[in-house]
């Protein structure tokens, strides 16, 4: 009896289904994709980079700058206090980003309008000690804080009077916020705090006195520390000296304070001299004689028509004396002033000019430098009476204009510019009014002239090399009959292409 054969028609046992299996498998992939999640974020975190494609780099900060925020081992704090009406409120808000970004969170960026913080605008105009009403930035780092006024953050051009009354507001033309930061952040990182004494006993106006509050001002704003200093109470220069600043001596040096002006001179010293004309300071004349810098004892004037009154007080155009010369930045300081070279400012006050002898300069190993230059129509008169009388020039005795009225002096630099030598450095004016309040308010490029001086003379012209970032308006003209067809593109063919996919939309459903 042979076995029955299996019938064909029997229903197939269903295959098993694996589920630890699969299971496993749907575990493993979504324990996968968790990895890969989280190491694109890990490397997106801390591998972020960012490129600017924009026409002028607006937003891309220089190797310097990296350079400096790569020297913080501590937090730094930065405030912008900024109303939202100021021109540059966006560009700055956008480049402290930037900075925060480059700095890897050290730098903390907290940002403050005066009117709509109003609390906290007030809280810190209490710490802070500022106006309510002023546009900046301040940094603070290890219990130091720095100023970086909106002025020095933009070159500005100046709506008309009209445009002015209209609330229209002045067209920033440079954008040199990130130089004026990334200075603030240099003297931050400077281990102490650089002291300047102030020479008083001459006929000095005193530090805490008005005629110097802006420029006391701003040299603390600058980690610039003044301090009074009468030569004839001590026995030599303190040691912590970083500067010596003369401010318009009218009486003269005794024969041991220029004895240790000399030896403070020959120590790699920086002397930051303004001369008043009016003064008797012979020995202090020969002293700057011997470095090459030679006072004239002129006065820099040249004749004007202005208005005044008559013996009937009736007010009368009649010819008058300029004595507040105009003066250049020359371009051969802009190691000094960076961007200043070119620009025309005018010195409140009696200016007197100086001869310089760069043979005699060479022999001795010094250098000097050409800072300011008065204008042609100026000359230095040697026989200066008062301002009522009229002067005449005479080319026997007195000096054809253009006149030096500022230089320095740099003693033991080599030709290589890139060697790096410790050198002494000075700078002369043969003026004092200008650094006066009244003279900043006159021409408030003083006050940049005389800062960026400090900052030649104490070494700090690091940052040279940040330029400023012009602001180029981009027009497209376009011919009359593109912008036709643009109007027709955006008036008609793009609004009725939405339409009509939505009409095609709405009668696919209804079908």
């Not at 009403?133 to 100023?147: D, I």
């Not at 709506?159 to 003297?187: M, N």
């Not at 005389?450 to 900052?455: T, W």
């Amino acid at each position: 009896m042979q076995p029955a054969e299996p019938n064909q028609n029997a229903a197939e046992k269903p295959a098993r289904i694996h589920r630890l299996r699969i299971g496993t498998n749907v575990l493993l992939q979504t324990l996968l994709l968790l990895a890969l999640v989280g190491m694109a974020n890990y490397v997106a975190l801390h591998r972020f980079k960012r490129w600017d494609f924009s026409r002028s780099q607006k937003f891309a900060l220089s190797p310097v700058t990296k350079q400096i925020l790569r020297g913080f081992r501590k937090p730094v704090r930065a405030i912008v206090f900024f109303n939202a009406g100021s021109p540059l409120a966006s560009d700055v808000s956008t480049l402290l980003r930037e900075f925060e970004f480059a700095s890897k969170k050290k730098l903390e960026v907290e940002s403050v309008d005066p009117y709509l913080n109003v609390l906290r605008a007030k809280e810190l105009a209490a710490r802070y000690k500022f106006g309510s009403n002023e546009n900046f930035v301040l940094l603070e780092y290890n219990g130091r804080t720095r100023f970086v006024q909106a002025q020095a953050m933009a070159d500005l051009e100046q709506a008309d009077p009209l445009g002015a009354f209209a609330g229209q507001t002045p067209r920033i033309l440079a954008f040199k916020g990130e130089q004026a930061v990334s200075t603030a952040l240099l003297e931050l990182l400077e281990d102490r705090q650089n002291k300047a004494y102030y020479l008083i006993g001459h006929g000095e106006p005193g530090l805490d006195s008005e005629q110097v509050a802006t420029f006391r001002n701003q040299c603390r704003r600058q980690n610039i520390l003044l301090t009074p200093l009468n030569l004839s109470e001590v026995d030599s220069v303190p040691e912590d000296a970083s500067c010596i600043v003369g401010f318009g001596a009218r009486a003269d040096f005794s024969e041991r304070e220029i004895q240790m002006l000399t030896q403070y001179w020959s120590k790699n010293g920086r002397l930051f001299l303004l001369l008043d004309p009016d003064g008797r300071t012979d020995r202090l004349d020969t002293f700057l004689l011997e470095n090459c810098v030679i006072p004239t004892h002129d006065r820099v004037v040249r004749n004007s028509m202005g208005f005044a009154r008559d013996e009937n007080q009736q007010i009368v155009i009649k010819p008058i004396v300029a004595a507040s010369p105009g003066a250049t930045f020359s371009e051969a300081g802009r190691e000094v002033y960076k961007e200043l070279s070119g620009i025309t400012t005018q010195l409140l006050g009696p200016t007197q000019s100086f001869q310089l002898d760069p043979q005699r300069a060479h022999t001795k190993s010094l250098r000097l430098i050409p800072l300011l230059k008065s204008v042609k129509e100026f000359w230095g008169e040697t026989e200066f009476l008062s301002p009522t009388e009229t002067p005449a020039f005479d080319p026997t005795r007195d000096h054809p204009g253009p006149l030096d009225l500022a230089a320095a002096v740099e003693k033991g630099a080599v030709e290589d510019r890139r060697v790096n030598v410790e050198t002494s450095r000075m700078i002369v004016v043969g003026n004092a009014s200008w650094l006066s309040d009244e003279g900043l308010r006159q021409a408030q490029v003083g006050l940049d002239f005389a800062l960026n001086s400090l900052n030649w003379l104490l070494n700090r012209e690091q940052l040279i090399g940040i330029a400023p970032k012009e602001k180029n308006l981009v027009r497209l003209d376009l011919p009359k009959q593109q912008l036709q067809k643009v109007a027709l593109a955006v008036l008609v063919a793009i609004p009725g292409l939405v339409a009509l996919t939505g009409f095609a939309v709405w009668i696919a459903r209804r079908s």
